[in-house]
């Protein structure tokens, strides 16, 4: 069973930069995966990015690709995301969340995953 815990939350102005962090406890194989999604006010839950952990292989929805990048430390067992150019309605509460079945296949369905974190905070604001 999959822990998840966010960190790097914060407030920035529009163009700036946060690296949110996910660390993953519970599961001593490298086979899942971890998506991470947001709830803004214009969606309650959007799927904006999935990593394949065994292979590093990352996905990104339309309204984040070129803009935020995933990572992995696995000697730490983190997955980072690193977002850079950011815009307002990139505002609002930030999960990972964990999946050992489908592997970031329809990575964007909250259903897929059945672990979450408890989310982290991400305010971008002049």
């Known amino acids: 069973q999959l822990q998840l815990v966010e960190s790097g939350g914060g407030s920035v102005q529009p163009g700036g930069s946060l690296k949110l962090s996910c660390v993953v406890s519970?599961?001593?194989?490298?086979?899942?995966?971890i998506g991470w999604f947001r709830r803004t006010p214009a969606m309650e839950r959007e799927g904006i990015s999935c990593?394949?952990?065994?292979?590093?292989?990352?996905y990104y929805s339309d309204s984040v690709k070129g803009r935020f990048t995933l990572s992995t430390d696995n000697a730490k067992n983190t997955v980072y995301l690193q977002m850079d150019n950011l815009k307002p309605a990139d505002t609002g509460v930030y999960y990972c969340?964990?999946?050992?079945?489908?592997?970031?296949?329809?990575?964007?369905?909250?259903?897929?995953?059945?672990?979450w974190g408890q989310g982290t905070q991400v305010t971008v604001s002049s």
């Open positions: 969340a964990g999946d050992t079945k489908h592997f970031c296949t329809g990575f964007v369905f909250p259903s897929f995953y059945d672990y």
């Open positions: 990593i394949t952990i065994d292979d590093g292989k990352s």
């Open positions: 519970g599961i001593t194989s490298n086979y899942y995966a």
